[in-house]
């Protein structure tokens, strides 16, 4: 099959190619890599970041009518308005259900459609300007959370606990964001996890339910630890209510990530996705369970029915970690090397060392989860032993920064 891939998510790229597909990639310039000249692909088309879906669907009509496409397939919600174009203008199938993302991805209407099935949720409030943000914050009462309404990687997200709290808050959020929409929500106290599922039809398997650490002032994820260590009744709450919420929405022949806390009321929703789970969350289940997610969902995205191939019980080998890296500080430092790496590498537990800054770029201000510099993936006989590893190997690397040099 020759498939038009749009967007990133270049692991599911390699399983279609494992899969003997033909790939064109499609691409905006900011999420184009040198390495995709030499990837798997055919052709790789770049446009600009700004470029408008028209311009991609012309792009994409031009190049199959020399070389058909048989289907158009992406990973990223970001892409998916561009692929329901191009699908429509070459006539060609995709799966993607871009109605479904909008249902999920606004905030706001997510809140709605909640409420409209009865599903438990939290107090919320969409307001557009300074004014009406601060009359959200409080009529919904402190402690709330204040959120662009269609971000994604804690992208503005801010805690309000005290009235002090509250410049400081609309200034993470920004102006832009706070001219387009953003929604203030109670805030729910507990812990906070993720499930990975993949619906076929009408049906919902859930693969994994994932524990998620954050940091408390930014509410950038730090690490991910699968099983998450929950009790049986906590287990069969969380995994019903979010089956309940899948349904809800209209999932169908994708996967999910869905993220909730679990309140002392029981399980409330944060926020969902028709896509797959990010921060290496689809590795730590392969780890774990030996389900390679992105297998299933690069075979999914083709049209192919993956419902005989989930195995009828999913166990659970071993425990697997992720943990960040996210040292913070003025731009003005530029990093100069990271030391450890070949140690932590070494450790017997650990399964990879992910750098995710090159010398030479400058230091984070860490904001939302594309500030963090690194990450560790490792492996225990259960979840707290998994996370030490983890830790352990994270700590071992140093970040050595130096001023940037002002000379002209």
């Not at 792009?59 to 058909?68: D, G, N, V």
């Not at 402190?142 to 005290?162: A, F, H, N, Q």
Request: aromatic fraction near 6%; hydrophobic fraction near 40%.
């Amino acid at each position: 099959m020759r498939v038009l891939v749009i967007g990133t998510n270049r692991v599911c790229h390699d399983r279609l190619r494992d899969q003997g597909h033909e790939m064109v990639l499609f691409v905006p310039r900011g999420r184009a890599r040198r390495e995709d000249a030499v990837g798997p692909y055919s052709h790789v088309v770049i446009l600009d970041d700004e470029a408008g879906t028209d311009l991609w669907a012309e792009t994409a009509e031009a190049l199959h009518r020399r070389y058909p496409f048989d289907a158009v397939a992406a990973y990223n919600e970001h892409t998916y308005p561009i692929v329901r174009a191009v699908s429509e203008r070459l006539d060609i199938p995709t799966t993607v259900d871009v109605e479904l993302f909008h249902r999920v991805v606004d905030k706001a209407r997510m809140r709605r459609i909640l409420d409209e099935h009865a599903i438990p949720s939290c107090r919320f409030v969409l307001a557009r300007g300074r004014r009406a943000v601060l009359e959200a914050v409080e009529e919904v009462g402190l402690p709330c959370m204040v959120k662009p309404v269609d971000t994604e990687g804690s992208l503005g997200v801010s805690r309000i606990d005290t009235a002090q709290d509250i410049e400081a808050a609309l200034r993470r959020v920004g102006p832009h964001h706070i001219e387009r929409g953003v929604v203030v929500e109670e805030f729910l106290a507990g812990d906070e996890f993720s499930v990975e599922a993949l619906s076929t039809g009408g049906r919902h398997r859930i693969v994994a339910v994932t524990r998620k650490f954050t940091d408390p002032v930014t509410f950038v994820s730090r690490g991910h630890v699968i099983p998450a260590p929950l009790t049986t009744d906590e287990h069969a709450a969380v995994t019903a209510y979010v089956t309940r919420v899948l349904d809800a929405f209209g999932f169908h022949d994708c996967p999910s990530h869905t993220e909730v806390m679990l309140t002392e009321h029981g399980p409330r929703i944060i926020e969902m996705h028709n896509r797959i789970g990010g921060d290496a969350i689809m590795d730590l289940v392969r780890l774990s369970t030996g389900v390679d997610m992105y297998d299933l969902v690069a075979r999914q995205s083709v049209g192919e029915d993956i419902s005989l191939l989930l195995p009828d019980e999913i166990v659970h080998e071993r425990s697997a970690a992720a943990w960040y890296a996210a040292p913070s500080g003025p731009p003005t430092l530029t990093l100069l090397e990271v030391q450890g790496v070949d140690r932590a590498r070494g450790l017997p537990h650990v399964q990879a060392v992910t750098l995710l800054r090159e010398p030479g770029s400058p230091q984070p201000t860490v904001r939302h989860n594309f500030d963090r510099s690194g990450r560790v993936l490792a492996v225990g006989d259960n979840p707290r032993e998994a996370l030490h590893h983890a830790r352990d190997a994270i700590g071992m690397l140093r970040f050595v920064y130096g001023w940037t040099s002002t000379d002209t």
